[in-house]
């Protein structure tokens, strides 16, 4: 016995959808997509870290810290040493400007953790350069990255 459209309405009787159980897959959906995701880290831009012999640096983890990464921004010219610093996921543009960011986030958050991660082709001078901007920003200790062998 088929019951066709125009004898329920007929009768008065109104076809609905429920949409209950389709928000609760949608918010399932939602969940599961937002808790199996993995966002990557924008202090992680490749860099190569220096390998020194006899190392005997140890990985450290650090509740609050900033990364500070210095590498050579690759151009058509090899001649050109242009160095690119990126503290955490922003890109700054010159020291002047790194100094003012850190001298603001050491009185932000004075027990604030540094560690530089310096490309292994910068020769020392750009390295004592961003040395000298941390110093002049207050901050007294940091750590610089390296690769650790496996053992």
Do not use: H
Request: glycine letters at 2%; charged letters at 25%.
């Amino acid at each position: 016995m088929a019951i066709r459209l125009d004898q329920l309405q007929k009768r008065g009787s109104m076809i609905t959808l429920n949409m209950i159980p389709m928000i609760d897959i949608v918010f399932m959906l939602i969940l599961f997509f937002a808790l199996t995701t993995r966002f990557m880290s924008s202090e992680n831009v490749s860099v190569e870290l220096p390998k020194p012999e006899n190392n005997l640096a140890q990985p450290l983890k650090f509740p609050n810290r900033m990364v500070l990464t210095c590498q050579f921004i690759d151009s058509a010219d090899p001649e050109s040493r242009v160095v690119r610093y990126q503290l955490g996921p922003t890109v700054v543009a010159d020291k002047r400007e790194l100094e003012g960011q850190l001298k603001a986030i050491r009185i932000e958050e004075p027990d604030i953790q540094l560690i530089l991660r310096a490309d292994r082709r910068l020769e020392y001078k750009y390295i004592r350069d961003v040395m000298l901007v941390i110093a002049r920003a207050g901050i007294a200790n940091f750590n610089i990255a390296t690769e650790i062998e496996n053992r």
